[in-house]
């Protein structure tokens, strides 16, 4: 089945610094990829919605200055965590639909950032 | 606005049968999910419900009414590694999927 492929697993950073997830879409193109953030014992809530090609679409109260979401070609969409603070720790999980309306998302591995 | 409801934490005994439900509201509806998470990792696809029914895989089945935002997870023969969160997720317009909180579930010997 279609693979979306998220990277690192998971990274440590210091306070100020800027951290880039990646996430590829391995077998099939993606015009559209999700971003999520889960915090412990909580559900995944979404983030923005990145569009090849063109801007992306922020969910209320999410800083789109802090959470830069590029999306370069079919494959690839990245999200890069900048100044990051403490606070930002948290699981970051990308999703990808496949080719089709009726079908399921596929998630990346996800990426566990702690900032310290 | 868009609204997903399931219950918080379920305990159910190995072997039994337990029903998860969720209620939903949201602005379009293009398929109804069932992930299973457990600690850690990401979700992992379980049913897809775009049509009213019951779409039956293996031990799981998953129900939609959507005339009245309705669907629950059907677990038979419940085994201690599907001790694990469920998560109900609504696609609306745009592909855009929303998630519920989620439902620990606590499967005992």
């Known amino acids: 089945g279609a693979v979306v492929s998220q990277h690192p697993s998971w990274v440590i950073c210091k306070s100020g610094t800027s951290v880039k997830i990646e996430c590829r879409s391995l077998d099939f193109q993606a015009t559209t990829m999700f971003w999520y953030r889960q915090f412990p014992k909580q559900s995944l809530m979404l983030m923005a919605t990145s569009n090849e090609g063109s801007k992306a679409t922020y969910e209320q109260g999410v800083e789109k200055d802090k959470f830069l979401i590029n999306h370069a070609s079919l494959t690839l969409s990245t999200l890069t965590v900048t100044s990051a603070h403490p606070e930002d720790s948290s699981f970051y999980i990308c999703s990808a639909p496949a080719t089709g309306v009726n079908t399921e998302a596929f998630f990346g591995q996800g990426t566990r950032l702690t900032v310290v | 606005g868009q609204n997903i409801d399931q219950p918080t934490e379920m305990t159910a005994t190995e072997g039994a049968i337990v029903q998860i439900n969720c209620t939903y509201q949201?602005?379009?509806?293009?398929?109804l999910f069932w992930y299973q998470q457990h600690a850690g990792e990401a979700p992992t696809f379980l049913s897809y419900n775009v049509l009213d029914g019951l779409e039956e895989k293996g031990r799981f089945s998953s129900f939609l009414s959507r005339s009245k935002g309705y669907s629950y997870l059907l677990l038979k023969e419940l085994q201690m590694k599907d001790s694990a969160s469920y998560l109900c997720?609504?696609?609306?317009?745009?592909?855009?999927?929303?998630f519920g909180a989620g439902t620990r579930l606590f499967v005992k010997a």
């Open positions: 949201t602005s379009g509806f293009n398929g």
């Open positions: 997720a609504v696609r609306g317009g745009g592909f855009k999927t929303i």
